[in-house]
């Protein structure tokens, strides 16, 4: 069996999916959008350190924290039902689709946070998920990150020990940006979409082919 593995926010999706579906979040408790001022203090300090995994642990604790996991998983189903239907290339569907008709294993491989990742690997039907793990309180969502921030070289990691344990005779993989060239460069078949140009030129460099989704 062949295996194709997907990253989500910029390769599926066109855009983010992280701070939107907060957002959306929020704006259905309007007095709660204030919470959003808490995170500035992480965004200052993201400009200096470029911690993307402290910033968006933070974003996390102060907006979402003590969301009950229940309603936390109905309004992610919602989410990932609208993205899917509004929010993704329709390129990067016909490309799973294509995969999925010739039987290749489907994984799902994103930074971003897995109580609702898993959501879009259930409804675009992928056979396995990995995703940054979050803290839980209970059945309360604390918002701490429980892993490495699965980005640049820890998603190369995170791959390297799937492919390990697969035989697959053939790889492929899909990424938006430069911090995907790590585990790009190690399947067979990797695949920089809509890169921008300096990510293009490091892509041809290491042999990973350069698509443009619209």
Known sequence: MSIAIF?????????????PLVLRWLARRPWR????????PAALRFLVDRDRAALKQALLRCTLRGAHRAA????????????????????????????RDAGHYLVLMSASVDFYVPEFGRQLRFDQVIS?????????LDGT???ANRRGE???????????TRPDPDTYAYGNSASDLPH???????????????ARREAAELGVTCVDWT
Do not use: P, Y
């Open 72 to 99: 936390l998983a109905d309004f992610s189903r919602e989410f990932v039902r609208d993205k899917i239907a509004r929010g993704c290339f329709r390129e990067a569907l016909t490309t799973l689709r294509r995969h």
């Open 33 to 40: 959008l204030l919470l959003l001022l808490r995170v500035v």
């Open 154 to 164: 820890e998603k190369a990691r995170c791959l390297q020990a799937l492919l390990a």
């Open 145 to 147: 990150l429980t892993s």
């Open 132 to 140: 940054t793990a979050v803290r839980w309180d209970a059945d309360r």
């Open 184 to 198: 790009l460069k190690l399947v067979r078949h990797g695949v920089m979409v809509n890169g921008s140009l300096a």
């Open 7 to 19: 990253d989500l926010d910029g390769t599926i999706t066109r855009h983010d999916t992280l701070f």
